[in-house]
């Protein structure tokens, strides 16, 4: 009886099949690197708009204590009793003088209002 010889022609993959396979795991590559962008930008504005929260409630702890709302972050997080300790990550962003803090692509600005009102605070997103 006479082997055939194209037996071994048969193992392994083609050109084609080897591509399509590098072209597929590019497209699920690009698309979790999409879906984990998202989700990094979605944290800090989260971040940004609890912090703001959190001075806004320091903003009345200040007033409680001194009659009178904060003009800068640096009075509300400085002194004897300060009314908001910054957290792990977030620091006074020095050159505005003491009017914002600075995360992890985010800066919180403090803008102080007339006539005794309470600060608007403002998130903005910057490059980490």
Known sequence: MARRVSDADDRGFTLLEVLVAVIQVGVIGAVI??????????????????????????????????????????EMTTGERPAIELPEGVELDKSGAGVRVRGDGWVLAMLPAAGGAAPTFVCEPVAP
């Open 33 to 74: 690197t999409a879906a984990a962008s998202s989700l990094v930008s979605s944290g800090r504005e989260n971040a940004c708009d609890a912090s703001a929260a959190a001075a806004r409630t320091a903003a009345l702890v200040f007033r409680t204590d001194h009659q009178r709302f904060p003009a800068t972050f640096a």
